[in-house]
T-cell receptor, first 113, second 113 residues
Framework: KNQVEQSPQSLIILEGKNCTLQ??????????LRWYKQDTGRGPVSLTI?????NTKSNGRYTATLDADTKQSSLHITASQLSDSASYIC????????????FGTGTRLTVIP | DAGVIQSPRHEVTEMGQEVTLRCKPI?????LFWYRQTMMRGLELLIY????????DSGMPEDRFSAKMPNASFSTLKIQPSEPRDSAVYFC???????????FGSGTRLTVV
């Protein structure tokens, strides 16, 4: 069964600290993995996208890693800011078909001053 | 480009009433998706269109839900009659050719009382 699981479900950190969010998936055949940021009251916005051959990708203070062998991904946020408070959703794509996205339920991150 | 545009942003209606949600995809995108997001289940695909043709509506929960895409720049999701358990945030997303990125709208928050 194709599934995407994220942990933790929620996280509270102090401004300026780093954090790491986890994503495990069983989706196969795998095409790519994306991390989305969803601010409250907004739609998800893409942060990174990684294919099978990519191990890491950065977008500013966000760094995503992918281990296709263990089917795990992480999103590391460096020097967190209050504006990082949002839900972070891991999305895995199958190789074929347009209806090929599998969504995690997200990690709710709250950055406090 | 203004992105994917959804309206209304918020809708509060009484049980039994008809609700119509609207979406304008990004010009040139040939796929359009309707998703529903709840705290318990995260993002769930309801239906998607390719070149205005419904491809997969297996995610539509009941016959009370219907979606149309009369042209490449407009789609509607209708619920008739609405029920309290339909309360959720409904997102529209569009995607261009290939395995390109998905762009989400800001969503419509529906509350059925």
């Amino acid at each position: 069964k194709n599934q995407v699981e994220q942990s933790p479900q929620s996280l509270i950190i102090l401004e300026g600290k780093n954090c790491t969010l986890q994503c495990n998936y069983t989706v196969s055949p795998f095409s790519n993995l994306r991390w989305y940021k969803q601010d409250t009251g907004r739609g998800p916005v893409s942060l990174t996208i990684m294919t099978f051959s990519e191990n890491t990708k950065s977008n500013g203070r966000y760094t995503a890693t992918l281990d296709a062998d263990t089917k795990q991904s992480s999103l590391h946020i460096t020097a967190s800011q209050l504006s990082d408070s949002a839900s972070y959703i891991c999305v895995v794509s199958l190789q074929t078909g347009a209806n090929n996205l599998f969504f995690g339920t997200g990690t709710r991150l709250t950055v406090i001053p | 480009d203004a992105g994917v545009i959804q309206s209304p942003r918020h809708e509060v209606t009484e049980m039994g009433q008809e609700v119509t949600l609207r979406c304008k995809p990004i010009s040139g995108h040939d796929y359009l998706f309707w998703y529903r997001q709840t705290m318990m289940r995260g993002l769930e695909l309801l239906i998607y269109f390719n070149n205005n043709v419904p491809i997969d509506d297996s995610g539509m929960p009941e016959d009370r839900f219907s979606a149309k895409m009369p042209n490449a720049s407009f789609s509607t999701l209708k619920i008739q009659p609405s029920e309290p358990r339909d309360s959720a945030v409904y997102f529209c997303a569009s995607r261009g050719p290939g395995q390109g990125g998905y762009t989400f709208g800001s969503g419509t928050r529906l509350t059925v009382v």
